[in-house]
């Protein structure tokens, strides 16, 4: 499919997104009024399928925006919410996706709450923003990418552990 095929997200404050996967190689997130952001796994790095971009490995990712390539640093993904957040330093800011419900995760800029994204890590990204910020386009194309290439959303540890109890039971 290519992009004449697949219908842009219609964002509310930055129009028409696309979100473009190649597979687990490659998540690229462009628009008229966003900057071009690619993500990609090293080839030669096994894939988890759990994973829509294929690692939480850093060492494995390249991102850019806008062709400058940027710091991310994703988190292992274990127990706790809090472990499956994302971290991107761009423009002298520091963004962090982390998950703050079970479908969704709050995107932040320098600690402050700009929005929230939702996606199964997939193509489809569903960003509700905050009304008293003042966004940048830089906000759009990396929470769009991130929450495509991670997904959102994590259960609370509680509801993890329960979980691993009762399918240990007989």
Do not use: C
Not at 121 to 146: C, F, K, M, N, S
């Amino acid at each position: 499919m290519n992009d004449r095929d697949r219908a842009p997200i219609d964002d509310t404050r930055f129009g028409a997104i696309t979100v473009r996967q190649d597979g687990q190689d490659r998540i690229e997130v462009h628009g008229e009024a966003v900057p071009r952001v690619t993500l990609e796994r090293d080839p030669a790095a096994e894939a988890d399928p759990q994973i829509a971009i294929g690692t939480r490995d850093r060492s494995h990712l390249t991102m850019r925006v806008d062709g400058a390539e940027v710091d991310l640093l994703p988190a292992k993904g274990r127990l706790a919410r809090h472990s499956y957040r994302v971290d991107v330093e761009y423009d002298g800011a520091s963004y962090r996706l982390v998950p703050d419900s079970v479908p969704s995760s709050r995107l932040t800029r320098d600690g402050t709450h700009l929005g929230d994204f939702s996606s199964d890590g997939d193509e489809t990204v569903i960003a509700e923003w905050r009304e008293d910020r003042e966004l940048r386009p830089a906000d759009a194309a990396i929470g769009y990418a991130l929450a495509s290439a991670f997904g959102t959303g994590a259960q609370p540890m509680w509801m993890m552990i329960a979980d691993g109890v009762s399918s240990a039971l007989p």
